[in-house]
Nanobody
Framework: QVQLVESGGGLVQAGGSLRLSCAASGSILSLNYMGWYRQSPGKQRELVAVSSSRSSTNYADSVKGRFTISRDGAKNTVSLQMNGLKPEDTAVYYC??????????WGQGTQVTVSS
């Protein structure tokens, strides 16, 4: 079993920045996939940014150029630096981790609210 603990999030004005962090613990050997998903009210969860153990990254088109994912394999942490935030970025952000190329584990989520 893998536990994911998120930190960061909160309320920010449009154009501002926030940083989300996530630490994994438990059976974390050979975790290949860590990253972030989000869910806005009335919408499905969507991929925001993910990183594989081979250092490849994948971003949603809506956040490219504004968000940056970083991963520390030795510490089993993953962070998401969010710049140029927009009201449409308002959502609950979930840290995810997995063994292959999709999430097997989810964090509890952290709220990000961007005011206009």
């Amino acid at each position: 079993q893998v536990q994911l603990v998120e930190s960061g999030g909160g309320l920010v004005q449009a154009g501002g920045s926030l940083r989300l962090s996530c630490a994994a613990s438990g059976s974390i050997l050979s975790l290949n996939y860590m990253g972030w998903y989000r869910q806005s009210p009335g919408k499905q969860r969507e991929l925001v940014a993910v990183s594989s153990s081979r250092s490849s990254t994948n971003y949603a088109d809506s956040v490219k150029g504004r968000f940056t994912i970083s991963r520390d394999g030795a510490k089993n942490t993953v962070s998401l630096q969010m710049n140029g935030l927009k009201p449409e970025d308002t959502a609950v952000y979930y840290c995810v981790a997995g063994w292959t190329s999709s999430p097997n584990y989810w964090g509890q989520g952290t709220q990000v609210t961007v005011s206009s």
